[in-house]
């Protein structure tokens, strides 16, 4: 065998022996989500804590609470409707709550405690394989 047929025949089977891997690893980041619904994270980043802040998804700010494995996962836009700060989640008492002027709201993103007036936005969310994702409501 000539040294250039050796080479050719060593290059081609590196090749073949890193397809499956670089399919594997493009198919399992391509995974498809249901139509009209965006991937805001991991079910991963969602169970380390219990709660996942995603300021920038393709749906808007949404801040989901739960698990990956419950049945009360909750999606909002985590937007203050009084004045815009960010709420955060208390999972003590259950409630959204804002810490620039300590609105309250349920679970179901309504008001409890103002001076907030209106509700906060929610969202459908469901886990799609390793995915956590919405689609507004
Ligand atoms: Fe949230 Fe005022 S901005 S209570």
Known sequence: ???RDFINWVGLGLIASSLPVAIAACSSQTTPVSKNWETVGTSA???KTG???AKN???GPVLVVGTSKGANLTAVNPTCTHA???VGWKAETKKF???CHNSEFGIDGKVQKGPATEALKTYAVKIEGNSVVVKAS
């Open 51 to 53: 709660q996942l802040l």
């Open 57 to 59: 998804s393709p749906a």
């Open 97 to 99: 709550v804002c810490p």
């Open 45 to 47: 980043e969602l169970d």
């Open 84 to 86: 815009g700060c960010t």
């Open 1 to 3: 065998m000539k040294r």
